[in-house]
């Protein structure tokens, strides 16, 4: 099983600021790596896929990198209504199909 | 529009069982392979299983395997999951999931609640 690490658990940030956010494999993935915002009391929404393709409708302020092991998700400026917890997802080996633990991003 | 509905959490002892369903709408349903994910109050997200399109693939957690069974019926655009000898680990929000181009997840429902209890 691929296991997917994610850090920090806790992002402190400011809006307007910039956020990243790491996860890694604990195996090489390829680029088959997708993230999720998820808001409280809300369902999981896809934001990037193949590493760095952004699902439809998601704003170009979030951008996805990496490939292997190692992966970031970066949000260039945020909004208020980005803080919400984000997870990272593998889909290279499979079942299961493994999250990271999430990372949560709150208001500096 | 797009969606996904789940529905038949609530609560039960353990060792029960229970049946999630989960209809579809907006999309050729037969045509996507589903799954469903779940999620601990306050935890992170943990795939539960897998079916293919037409249902001749089917994968399990190692945590519900021999107690879970997944089912579709594409003539009715459902998507089900019969739970077995229930354990308090297994409370939590169940969301059913579809899969996109690669195994990502590109369409989740509201997620309906399980919790089990005595």
């Known amino acids: 099983e691929i296991v997917m690490t994610q850090s920090p658990a806790t992002l402190s940030v400011s809006p307007g600021e910039r956020a990243t956010l790491s996860c890694r494999a604990s195996q090489s993935v390829s680029s088959n790596l997708a993230w999720y915002q998820q808001k409280p009391g809300q369902t999981p929404r896809l934001l990037i896929y193949?590493?760095?393709t952004r699902a439809t409708g998601i704003p170009a302020r979030f951008s996805g990198s990496g490939s292997g092991t190692e992966f970031t998700l970066t949000i260039s400026s945020l909004q208020s209504e980005d803080f919400a917890v984000y997870y990272c997802?593998?889909?290279?080996?499979?079942?299961?199909?493994?999250f990271g633990q999430g990372t949560k991003v709150e208001i500096k | 529009e797009v969606q996904l509905v789940e529905s038949g959490g609530g609560l039960v002892q353990p060792g029960g069982s229970l049946r999630l369903s989960c209809t579809a709408s907006?999309?050729?349903?037969?045509?996507?392979?589903m799954n469903w994910v779940r999620q601990a109050p306050g935890k992170g997200l943990e795939w539960v299983s897998y079916i293919s399109g037409g249902g001749g693939s089917i994968y399990y957690a190692d945590s519900v395997k021999g107690r879970f069974a997944i089912s579709r019926d594409n003539a009715k655009i459902s998507l089900c999951l019969q739970m077995n000898s229930l354990r308090a680990e297994d409370t939590a929000f169940y969301y059913c999931?579809?899969?996109?181009?690669?195994?990502?997840?590109?369409?989740w429902g509201r997620g309906t609640l399980v919790t089990v209890s005595s």
């Open positions: 999931a579809r899969h996109g181009g690669g195994g990502y997840f590109d369409l």
């Open positions: 907006g999309f050729t349903f037969s045509s996507y392979e």
């Open positions: 997802q593998q889909y290279n080996y499979w079942p299961p199909w493994t």
């Open positions: 193949g590493a760095s």
